[in-house]
């Protein structure tokens, strides 16, 4: 158990729709990330938060966002589902960086996200 | 911008059989490497970091990996395998921006047989 949780494991909608993925860091990391892994995109970095602000975006797309809470739990919003959105979601977390080992990303065990 | 190739999309090996997986990097500035391994239906698990120091490093479940600078590889080797290790690992180096995120390569998925 890597401490990281998310909610939740499964969701299948419908498109057009928009879903909230829910992730909750270890205790004590300030730091959220945001990957999706697709069977054609493999595993991508999609954003990422550091004690409540944005510090970095990768390859997401308009329609998704996110953000982190004061309790330092964040969610990823995605909006006007498309078919291709159908992945594993992963949350991942650190310490971001200001302490022990900001280089070592613990994983939640993912959201899979099923648009029909 | 910084990259990661794992040569082989799959590698079976039988059982008690060693296994190296392989992975090379590119990158222009100091790197930090990683595996991760993924079980069927679960998240990544971390098996093994390099961030500096000795250039072998030694990681959960009896797996080691061996940074090399010249040939910019990271290659994760088992000197005996076990049904149980089925499983997809990816490699993966950190960004060198302030990020701290995770760029990953394809991976590999090792396919142990009896």
């Known amino acids: 158990d890597s401490g990281v949780t998310q909610t939740p494991k499964h969701l299948i909608t419908a498109t057009g729709q928009r879903v909230t993925l829910r992730c909750s860091p270890r205790?004590?990391?300030?730091?959220v990330y945001w990957y999706q892994q697709s069977l054609d995109q493999g595993l991508q970095f999609l954003i990422q938060?550091?004690?409540?602000?944005?510090?970095a975006k990768g390859n997401i797309l308009e329609r998704f966002s996110a953000q982190q809470f004061p309790d330092l739990h964040s969610e990823l919003n995605l909006s006007s589902l498309e078919l291709g959105d159908s992945a594993l979601y992963f949350c991942?977390?650190?310490?971001?960086?200001?302490?022990?080992?900001?280089?070592?990303?613990?994983f939640g065990p993912g959201t899979r996200l099923t648009v029909t | 911008a910084q990259s990661v190739t794992q040569l082989d999309s799959q590698v079976p090996v039988f059982e008690e059989a060693p296994v190296e997986l392989r992975c090379n990097y590119s990158?222009?500035?100091?790197?930090?490497l990683f595996w991760y391994v993924q079980y069927p239906n679960q998240g990544l698990q971390l098996l093994l970091k390099?961030?500096?120091?000795?250039?072998l490093v030694k990681g959960i479940n009896g797996f080691e990996a061996e940074f090399n600078k010249s040939q910019t590889s990271f290659h994760l080797r088992k000197p005996s395998v076990h049904i149980s290790d089925t499983a997809e690992y990816f490699c993966?180096?950190?960004?060198?921006?302030?990020?701290?995120?995770?760029?990953f390569g394809s991976g590999t998925r090792l396919l142990v047989r009896p």
């Open positions: 205790s004590g990391d300030l730091s």
């Open positions: 938060y550091y004690n409540g602000e944005e510090r």
């Open positions: 390099y961030l500096s120091g000795s250039t």
């Open positions: 993966a180096v950190i960004s060198s921006d302030s990020s701290y995120k995770l760029i």
């Open positions: 991942a977390s650190s310490t971001g960086g200001t302490s022990g080992a900001p280089y070592e990303q613990y």
């Open positions: 990158s222009s500035v100091s790197v930090y």
